[in-house]
T-cell receptor, first 113, second 117 residues
Framework: EAQVTQNPRYLITVTGKKLTVTCSQN?????MSWYRQDPGLGLRQIYY???????DKGDVPEGYKVSRKEKRNFPLILESPSPNQTSLYFC????????????FGQGTRLTVV | AQTVTQSQPEMSVQEAETVTLSCTYD???????LFWYKQPPSRQMILVIR??????QNATENRFSVNFQKAAKSFSLKISDSQLGDTAMYFC??????????????FGDGTTLTVKP
């Protein structure tokens, strides 16, 4: 089954404790992206990757890091999480950057206290 | 930078009726891609319909159709014969085409649609 898998689905952590949210896709998609969703603000793009070893900043990259060492994985790293990073996070992948459907993961609800 | 505006935070419609969700955007690009996504209470993001800016014909997917007005930078979604399962938040999204900053996407703030029985 074609899917994008995020882990964990839910996470409560403390300020300053490094964490990684994993994202994996099994569709051989070149393009992957991370978004955060906050009430009233829609989805905002954090980082995206056009292919292995190619990553670019989205609209809200501050406080986040990503890596794309292999095609299927695109982890999101919070080196020193802060309460303003409490949010719902989505990973998405698609075939290239053309008019193709993006497949989204199930979301990760992160709470930083 | 691109912006996407959804001016209707909430809407409701009676089952079987038609509803239109509005979306406007701002860009200096001539070619780009536009999408409508649906997010039901399960939080899963589901593609509803997509449009390429260079195509003049409005996209249609079963009960869902768009009114794409490129000059006005408007991309509204029409849902015909509304069903209870259409209850969800709907997001309008813009994506840049291949080229500089290809892959950068911008979403609107969303419209919560409630279909009433």
């Amino acid at each position: 089954e074609a899917q994008v898998t995020q882990n964990p689905r839910y996470l409560i952590t403390v300020t300053g404790k490094k964490l990684t949210v994993t994202c994996s896709q099994n569709m051989n998609h070149e393009y992957m992206s991370w978004y955060r969703q906050d009430p009233g603000l829609g989805l905002r793009q954090i980082y995206y990757s056009m292919n292995v070893e190619v990553t670019d900043k989205g609209d809200v990259p501050e406080g986040y890091k990503v890596s794309r060492k292999e095609k299927r994985n695109f982890p999101l790293i919070l080196e020193s999480p802060s309460p303003n990073q409490t949010s719902l996070y989505f990973c998405a992948s698609k075939l290239g950057t053309a008019n193709t459907e993006a497949f989204f993961g199930q979301g990760t609800r992160l709470t930083v206290v | 930078a691109q912006t996407v505006t959804q001016s209707q935070p909430e809407m409701s419609v009676q089952e079987a009726e038609t509803v239109t969700l509005s979306c406007t955007y701002d860009t200096s690009e001539n070619n780009y891609y536009l999408f409508w996504y649906k997010q039901p209470p399960s939080r899963q993001m589901i593609l509803v319909i997509r449009q390429e800016a260079y195509k003049q014909q409005n996209a249609t997917e079963n009960r869902f159709s768009v009114n794409f007005q490129k000059a006005a930078k408007s991309f509204s979604l029409k849902i015909s014969d509304s069903q209870l399962g259409d209850t969800a938040m709907y997001f309008c999204a813009f994506m840049k085409p291949p080229g500089t900053n290809a892959g950068k996407s911008t979403f609107g703030d969303g419209t919560t649609l409630t279909v009433k029985p």
